[in-house]
C-alpha cells in the first residue's frame, strides 16, 4: 500500500508564508488515507519524514506570477547542474536548517528516495511579520481544497473539506499574535 504524506510548509510568522502549516494543521484527522505533517520551515530536517512516503503533496505559498491556485507535478533530476548551484547556493546563504522545499527534495532525491511529489499553493499577497494569514488568501483556501482532493483522489485519500475548513479558522483564530 502507497504511504502518502501531505506535508504543510511555511513559515507562520510571515504572513501568507505561514499558508501551509495552517493547512496541515487544519488536516490533521481530516485527510482519510495519508499522514499530515506540518513542518513549518524545518529545512534538511524535514527528509527524516518525507523518506518514509510514496506520495508527497507539499502545501505552501509558491512565488509563482499567476493567479489562482497552483499544483505542480515535480520532476527531480539528480543530473541538472541548475538545481546543484542551486541547492549549494541555499546551503552557503542559509545553512543546513534553512533549506527551502526545492533544495531539500532535491537532496531526497540525491538519497535514492523518489516519491510521486506534488506541489499546492498560491502566491503570497503579504510576507512581512504578522500573525495569520491575509483575508484574500483565506478566500482561496477552499479552492486549494478542491485541488488538494483532485490530486489526492487515484491514491483513494479522502479530504473531509467541511471539517477542513472550519478547522482552518479555528487554527486561525487561535493563533497568538506577536
Known sequence: MMRVGIIGVGNRIMGDDGLGSYLAQALYGNAEGAEVIDLGSAGIN???????FDVIVILDAV????????????????GDTDQVTSTVLDMEISGSHGL???STLFI??????????????????????????????????PQILDI???????????????????????????DRPF
Open 148 to 174: 488538494l482532493q483532485e490530486v489526492l483522489k487515484p491514491y483513494n485519500v479522502k479530504i473531509n473539506k467541511d471539517r477542513t475548513l472550519k478547522a482552518f479558522q479555528e487554527v486561525l483564530s487561535s
Open 100 to 102: 527551502g522545499i526545492q
Open 108 to 141: 531526497l532525491k540525491l538519497m535514492g528516495y523518489s516519491p510521486k511529489i506534488y506541489i499546492i499553493g498560491h502566491k503570497p499577497y503579504v510576507l512581512e511579520p504578522m500573525s495569520g494569514i491575509s483575508e484574500k488568501l483565506r478566500e482561496k483556501v
Open 46 to 52: 524535514a527528509i527524516d519524514y518525507l523518506k518514509e
Open 63 to 78: 512565488a509563482v506570477d499567476q493567479e489562482g491556485v497552483f499544483v505542480s507535478e515535480e520532476k527531480i533530476n539528480e
